[in-house]
């Protein structure tokens, strides 16, 4: 299996990097175009840490909304992110600006505008 050391270097068991200075990502690989996940799952470190993020919860509340996750898996997918924010943050920033541009993009929604027109009328 690989995993990743704190340098984002991809290493096996045969070859893992192990001294004060490299931190080993156990629960953390990457997919074929370079994706941090957390291993045996699908789900991005970027979508983690969003929600760390968005909604302010730690290790056992982000646990708690992915039961499929273990605790050392959220706990290393949270040290990935602290060992990696800025390109993190990055593209966390970049998915906000593509979703606003897809907003602006298709406008209000039906329902959006029926709910405008209500709360003019009253």
Avoid at 73 to 89: G, I, K, M, N, T
Avoid at 92 to 97: G, L, T
């Amino acid at each position: 299996m690989n995993h990743l050391d704190g340098a984002g270097i991809v290493c096996d068991d045969s070859t893992q990097r192990l001294n004060m200075s490299t931190a080993v990502y156990a629960h953390i690989e990457l997919t074929d175009d370079g994706v941090p996940i957390i291993s045996g799952t699908t789900m991005k470190i970027v979508e983690l840490v969003s929600e760390h993020l968005a909604w302010g919860w730690d290790a056992a509340q982000l646990q708690r909304q992915h039961p499929y996750l273990s605790m050392g898996q959220v706990h290393s997918a949270l040290a990935y992110f602290h060992d990696h924010e800025p390109e993190l943050r990055r593209e966390i920033e970049s998915r906000r600006s593509a979703a606003d541009e897809i907003r602006r993009e298709l406008g209000d929604s039906p329902v959006s505008d029926k709910l405008n027109r209500l709360r003019e009328a009253q």
